[in-house]
């Protein structure tokens, strides 16, 4: 079955750090990864992306300077490192992956089932 596993969510201040996960079962991360937000009652959002390869990466400019997405293929694993977070930054956390290096959620075949991100004091 294939399967995305995101991870590493939680309640954190603003000003905090969280590193976020996201795992690939029953199949070897090949293609492109995409990591997306979704907050109460808004439409999922592009947060970052990045190649198969890993050498080359895009950001939502609300996140440009604080975020940092990275991939490690043997280990199946892409990260998506979060610093100096905002209350804004909430949300449920989605990574997807597919043929497309794009941050447009609508071109991502398979998906995880999120993690909860809250920042808030």
């Known amino acids: 079955q294939l399967q995305l596993v995101e991870s590493g969510g939680g309640l954190v201040q603003p000003g905090g750090s969280l590193n976020l996960s996201c795992a690939a079962s029953?199949?070897?991360?090949?293609?492109?990864i995409g990591w997306f937000r979704q907050a109460p009652g808004k439409e999922r959002e592009g947060v970052s992306c990045?190649?198969?390869?890993?050498?080359?990466?895009n950001y939502a400019d609300s996140v440009k300077g604080r975020f940092t997405i990275s991939r490690d293929n043997a280990k199946n694993t892409v990260y998506l490192q979060m610093n100096s977070l905002k209350p804004e930054d909430t949300g449920v956390y989605y990574c997807?992956?597919?043929?497309?290096?794009?941050?447009?959620?609508?071109?991502?075949?398979?998906w995880g089932q999120g993690t909860q991100v809250t920042v808030s004091s």
């Open positions: 997807a992956t597919g043929p497309v290096y794009t941050l447009v959620a609508l071109r991502y075949p398979i």
């Open positions: 029953g199949f070897t991360l090949g293609y492109h």
């Open positions: 990045i190649s198969s390869s890993g050498s080359s990466t």
